[in-house]
C-alpha cells in the first residue's frame, strides 16, 4: 500500500496542472493543439516545459496566443517569410516555432496581433472578402 500511495504522488507531482503555472501552461499548448488543428498531438512534457520557460521570462498567457495566432494564420514559411497557402512541406506550425525563444515570441507575437486586425480570428479563421 505504502509504495502504491508514493507511486500515486509522484504521478501527480508529474502531472503539469500541478507545477507552479501549471494550469496556464497547459492552457498555452491546449490553445496551440486547438487553433493549429494539432487535436492528435499531445500535451507532451517538453510542450508544457517550453510553454512554462516563456511563461517564466515575463510573457503572458495572451502574448503566447497571439505568437500562436501568427502559426494558424500564418503557417507556411518560405524563405523566412510567413504566408497563409504554401507547399506541405513549407508548413511550420510547431509550438517551438511561436515559443522557441523570446525573439520567436515578440516576432510571432507581432504578426498575431496583425493577423487579427486583418481579419484572423481563432474560432473561425481568416474571414471572407466581402
Known sequence: RKYRRQEKMLEEERDPRNQPNGKERVQVVEYWREVCGKQKSIVSKDRVKMAGARLGDGYTVEQLKLAIDALAAFPFRVFDKRLKTGRPDDRHDQLKD????????????NLGHQARRQGWTPDHGWREAA
Do not use: I, N, Q
Not at 511561436?98 to 507575437?109: C, N, P, T
Open 98 to 109: 511561436a515559443l522557441g525563444d523570446s525573439e520567436k515570441v515578440e516576432a510571432m507575437a
